[in-house]
C-alpha cells in the first residue's frame, strides 16, 4: 500500500470511529441523561464494525445486517462491560434488573435495541462509504 492510500485509509477508520463515538454517546445522553468517555469509545468501535460490514459484504440482505449488527455490538457490550464494570469496578451500567441477562452486561431486550439501531448505521454508514470515500456498492 503506497503512502497516500494508507493515509486516506486512516483518515477514513477515524472518521468512521468519531462518527460512531459522538452518535453512540449522544443516543446515551438523549436516553439516559448522562454518559461515560467510554462509551464514546465503545460507539466508535461499534460503528466502525458495522461500516466494515457493510463496506466488505454490501449486498448483505437488511435483515442479516441488522441481526450481525446487533450481535456486533452486544458482543462488545459485553467485552466493555467485563472490562471496565466487573474488572475495574467502574459501574457504568447494569442490566442485573432486566430480564434475560447475562452477568448484568447485556440483555436480550437492548440486544434487540442494538439490531433495530442497525439500520440507520447501516443507511449512514453505506453514504459515507459512497459519498465521502467514494467507494461503489
Not at 66 to 82: F, K, N, Q, R, W
Amino acid at each position: 500500500m503506497n503512502k497516500l492510500r494508507y493515509i486516506e485509509s486512516t483518515l477514513e477508520i477515524g472518521l468512521i470511529f468519531l462518527t460512531g463515538a459522538v452518535l453512540y454517546y449522544s443516543i446515551e445522553v438523549l436516553w439516559r441523561g448522562y454518559s461515560h468517555a467510554a462509551m464514546a469509545v465503545l460507539g466508535g468501535l461499534c460503528f466502525l464494525g458495522l461500516y466494515l460490514m457493510g463496506r466488505f459484504f454490501p449486498s448483505m440482505p437488511l435483515l442479516i445486517y441488522c441481526i450481525l449488527g446487533g450481535l456486533i455490538i452486544s458482543t462488545l457490550e459485553l467485552g466493555t462491560g467485563e472490562l471496565l464494570n466487573n474488572l475495574l469496578g467502574l459501574d457504568i451500567w447494569d442490566y442485573s434488573d432486566m430480564p434475560l441477562n447475562f452477568r448484568g452486561q447485556i440483555c436480550l431486550l437492548f440486544s434487540f435495541f442494538w439490531c433495530l439501531i442497525s439500520l440507520p448505521a447501516n443507511f449512514l454508514s453505506k453514504i459515507m462509504r459512497t459519498k465521502i470515500f467514494g467507494y461503489e456498492e
